[in-house]
């Protein structure tokens, strides 16, 4: 289970957690943690309807790509027994995380095996992304890199500010960003960096 994580709403996570889940080979699950505000369906084009039992949905443009929303009824402790069930239950699951450094934002980074950190290139942004880094850590789980949304390159400063690898760029292009070429090639090299094509 890849966790993909950053310090505040915005910043990129979702659109980093699909465009890694269908630059992966598949089939993959992209799983959304955030309980208060889920929008991975929205984004995905998928329905999704209140109340109901998390069900897995098929990406609309993707064969390879599969939706979970969270369940919208589950405490703290029943949400990470869930998120270990899907782990066990799927061989490669992507996780949006939720944003911040509460129990929200630390259960599906316990539950991950790695952790991806993205961020905007600002400095208010970068600090909360290493702050998120750190947390992950803290719970044990390895930060493998940082993608930095809405850019063409990123300073050597970053991976010092983040304490992790600069993975890959992503440009900010016009909605819909996944439907960008330049989007989409920024992920597949993402993707082969991470060894995961």
């Known amino acids: 289970m890849l966790a993909i994580a950053g310090g505040k709403g915005g910043s990129g996570k979702t659109t980093t957690t699909l465009g890694l889940a ?5 089939p993959v699950l992209a799983v959304d943690a955030d309980r208060d505000m889920p929008n991975l369906h929205s984004m995905a084009g998928t ?10 949905r098929p990406h609309p443009s ?22 270990r069930m899907v782990a066990a239950e799927h061989r490669d699951v992507v996780v949006d995380c939720p944003a911040g450094a509460g129990p929200d934002a630390a259960a599906p980074l316990r539950v991950a095996d790695a952790v991806v950190v993205v961020s905007p290139l600002c400095v208010p942004a970068l600090r909360d992304a290493a702050k998120t880094a750190a947390m992950a850590r803290a719970l044990g789980t390895p930060v493998v890199g ?13 991976e010092e500010l983040v304490g992790a690898p600069v993975l890959g760029t992503v440009p900010d292009e016009q909605s ?4 960008q070429p330049a989007v989409r ?10 060894g995961r094509n």
Do not use: M, Q
Request: proline residues 9%.
């Open 185 to 194: 090639a920024a992920y597949r090299r993402i993707s082969n960096t991470l």
């Open 62 to 83: 993707d064969p390879t790509v599969s939706i979970l929303s969270p369940p919208s009824e589950a405490d703290d402790n029943a949400f990470e027994r869930w998120l």
């Open 22 to 26: 269908r630059a992966f080979d598949g």
């Open 176 to 179: 819909p960003v996944l439907a």
């Open 47 to 56: 329905e999704r309807r209140e109340r109901e039992t998390p069900a897995v």
């Open 146 to 158: 940082c993608v930095v949304s809405r850019a063409r390159v990123a300073p050597n400063s970053v």
